[in-house]
């Protein structure tokens, strides 16, 4: 390939990423571009320093140099003081029984805010507490377990 066809294919490149870009701000909200940039960045960064990222919130963002996750389920009464180290030990579990990474933080990230629900549900949102999302890890557990039999 001679130089003038490599700048060529360069130029098109930014001119399909410019247009597409405009494009998608002209039908995102400031709220969803901002979560798309999210998104990106933690992907960008995911797969330069090929690590598995998480970046906790609503809607946890999980991103490895491959796939990228959105989890759905939690609350906002989780966002408190140790909340994240009960994911870390769920993480952690995962890994010790050889899941892959990005698996273990995926199914961590989901059953985390699965409990965090459930605490929700049975105490309220602003009691919820990591103790009592640790509470609710045997049900949620039990429901897995259910799902994986039928």
Request: hydrophobic share 40%.
């Amino acid at each position: 390939m001679d130089e003038d066809k490599i700048k060529q294919e360069a130029a098109d490149e930014q001119l399909v990423n410019g247009a597409f870009q405009k494009l998608l701000d002209s039908y995102l909200s400031s709220r969803h571009r901002k979560k798309v940039d999210i998104i990106t960045k933690a992907f960008n960064f995911a797969k330069q320093h090929n690590i598995t990222v998480v970046l906790k919130g609503h809607n946890t963002v999980i991103a490895n140099s491959k796939n990228i996750s959105i989890n759905h389920t939690g609350n906002a009464g989780m966002a408190t003081a140790g909340s994240g180290d009960m994911l870390s030990g769920i993480m952690a579990a995962f890994l010790a029984q050889n899941m892959g990474v990005f698996q273990s933080a995926e199914s961590a990230v989901h059953i985390h805010g699965i409990c965090g629900d459930k605490s929700r549900d049975k105490y309220s949102e602003t009691s919820t507490t990591p103790t009592s999302m640790i509470e609710m890890l045997p049900f949620v557990f039990k429901e897995i377990e259910q799902l994986w039999k039928d």
